[in-house]
């Protein structure tokens, strides 16, 4: 079987990228990607724990499915944000959005 | 976990987030039902419920100790029903200051949008699992970021909205990655049940700091600590008035009720870990907030400054929660907590009426306020007052309690920190009383209008502010002490 440390390793893995992309990223849809990756990690590594840890107990099942489902939530609402935005400005490069500052 | 037939003391502890989401229901059923003339009442029945909802918890639900409820997801304990006392009173004084604002006051989904946020923000104040934790924090913050920007023809409320949404979502990611590491290292959700795990210092000291570090990171951007603050002043600034007035003040209680509990609950072992941690954040945020408030112009972004401060401040008696058993760092955060809400409020409100008459946002434009409008300037006098923590109202009372709260943990030099910034932050607070009593403008004659609802938020906030100050300091001190003894470990 494979190691849990393998899968702590991918699962950290993917959250750095989440990071880096959130970090780097000039586009707004593409920084909700990098959240996305992140909450992914999120998922692996529960799951991970779960199956080796407390595979008698749903609870970290049941944390990752709560985290799909704020997943799901959480896109909507920040597509539906970036689209209104893209409706009035015709941008959705997140420097170019700007107008509060100092 | 075991989930089976629910109790009735298990309902009952969970009776303020049933009547949110009936009244929530009923004010998008009344929005179909009643022509457009009476949309206006939308705001006055969401507000009016909620009062109602808080005197029902109030009478039918009391604590019921410490009892974990619901298969292990809350407790329903003296801290849960303060913090519910908060929110809920943040939650329907916002509805009513809404009645008459811009573009939001007449929306039955905004005060859906507002009520689903309180449902978020009580469960937050309850949690006692890490899952629940993060349910009920999403619950708070979804529904907040769709209030930033509500206004989506307005282009700095859609920025507001996107700029919450994206710092927000990518925080609380840092959140949950701690989280699951804790679940990780110890197989169990329950937040005690983690804390009796962490006891004896396993898994050790480098994992340990790692969760401490994600799961910081989360709570302080939650409670705009620097160096996480940045995205306060421009939500402020670009969210609908009274959006930012519940920002700052259910969502902060909120989450100041969550680092008590969760963040601090878990970790209850491991002081060396977090205290350094928190006394830097509570440094570093009352000293930007009040240097950065200095040289603002928009009342809102002054306030959101303000508002960060404010944290700072706060941060100093939650670094003092586990310092001794006498309970008075707990205590003197939800005290003044419960004073924030009210005095934050107020000023708020102040800003909603006068922008509704002028639409303007600028403190230079308050010139001449007091003859304007006696009552709106004396209202924001007493709010800034509070806030700068002047005797008798409850500010400088609440500030007493943080300060001697970090004497009594034996950090003196970060309440002599404290003391320096509160008078830096007097310096901007009276600076806005200058302009609105001394300066003189060319509109004196034209009077800003109060209608009704504003006369009871009023009412309810400014008689509070002076009440906690004065003869009801000692009693509502003395209920947060008795819910600070209630936190295990304490």
Redesign the interface.
């Known amino acids: 079987m494979v190691p849990l440390w393998m899968y702590l390793v991918v699962s950290a893995g993917l959250f750095a990228i989440g990071v880096y992309g959130v970090l780097s990223r000039r586009n707004a849809v593409a920084i909700l990607m990098g959240i996305e990756l992140m909450l992914n990690a999120v998922n692996v590594n529960l799951i991970a724990f779960w199956r080796y840890l407390t595979p008698m107990d749903v609870s970290g099942q049941a944390f990752a499915l709560f985290v799909l489902v704020v997943a799901a939530a959480e896109a909507a609402v920040g597509l539906a944000m970036i689209i209104s935005i893209y409706r009035n400005r015709q941008t959705v490069i997140a420097e170019d959005i700007d107008l509060l500052r100092g | ?1 075991n989930i089976g037939t629910l109790e009735n003391s298990e309902l009952l502890a969970i009776l303020p987030e049933i009547l949110l989401a009936v009244l929530a229901l009923v004010v998008l059923a009344l929005d179909l039902i009643w022509p457009s003339s009476r949309k206006r009442e939308l705001g006055i029945v969401a507000g009016t419920g909620v009062f109602v909802i808080l005197a029902l918890t109030l009478i039918l639900s009391p604590p019921q100790g410490d009892e974990a409820l619901l298969g292990g997801m809350i407790r329903h304990d003296d801290l849960a029903q303060i913090f519910k006392v908060m929110v809920l009173l943040a939650s329907a004084l916002t509805c009513l200051m809404s009645v008459d604002a811009e573009g939001v006051g007449r929306k039955a989904e905004y005060y859906a949008i507002l009520l689903a946020s309180t449902i978020g923000m009580t469960l937050m104040a309850s949690a006692a699992d ?2 629940m934790a ?2 009920a924090m ?1 619950t708070t913050s ?1 529904p907040l ?2 209030l930033a ?1 509500f206004l ?2 307005d ?2 409320s ?6 919450y ?2 710092f927000g ?2 925080a609380s ?2 959140l ?2 701690g ?3 804790l ?2 290292f110890t ?3 329950g937040i005690y049940d983690i804390a009796a795990a962490f006891r004896f210092g396993e898994p050790g000291t480098l994992p340990l700091l790692v969760a401490v570090i994600f799961v910081a990171v989360g709570v302080a951007f939650k409670v705009s600590a620097v160096p996480f603050h940045f995205w306060t ?2 939500v402020y ?2 969210a609908p008035i009274p959006v930012a007035a519940f920002v700052s003040v259910g969502s902060k209680a909120a989450s100041f009720a969550l680092l008590m509990r969760v963040f601090l609950g878990i970790f209850q072992h491991q002081p060396q870990m977090w205290a350094p941690l928190l006394v830097v954040f509570s440094v570093a945020t009352m000293t930007v907030g009040n240097v950065l408030a200095l040289p ?1 112009k ?1 009342i809102k ?1 002054l306030l959101a400054y303000s508002s960060i401060a404010q944290a700072g401040y706060t941060l100093m008696g939650a670094v003092a929660v586990y310092a001794s058993d006498n309970g008075l760092g707990a205590a003197s955060v939800t005290f003044y907590m419960g004073l924030y809400v009210l005095t934050n409020i107020a000023a708020f409100t102040v800003v909603t009426l006068f922008h509704r008459a002028t639409h303007s946002e600028e403190i230079a434009d308050m010139a001449g306020l007091s003859r304007r409008s006696p009552g709106l300037a004396m209202a924001m006098l007493l709010a800034l007052l509070s806030l700068g923590g002047i005797p008798p109202l409850a500010g400088f009372i609440g500030k007493f309690y943080l300060f001697s709260a970090a004497v009594d943990a034996g950090l003196v030099g970060l309440a002599i920190i404290g003391v320096i910034n509160a008078i830096i932050a007097l310096y901007y607070y009276l600076s806005i009383a200058k302009v609105m009593y001394v300066d003189r403008s060319e509109d004196e004659d034209k009077p800003i209008e109060v209608p009704r609802p504003y006369w009871v938020v009023f009412g309810v906030t400014l008689v509070g502010i002076i009440v906690l100050g004065t003869i009801g300091a000692g009693i509502g001190f003395e209920w947060a002490r008795q819910a600070a003894l209630g936190l295990p470990g304490v």
Do not use: H
């Open positions: 976990m890490i899952i993060y349910v999403e979804i970021y769709i920007g989506r023809d282009d700095r859609a920025e507001a909205g996107l700029k949404f994206l979502a990518f990611a840092f949950l990655y989280l699951s590491l679940y990780g197989g169990e959700t002043p421009d600034e670009g603002q928009n972004r």
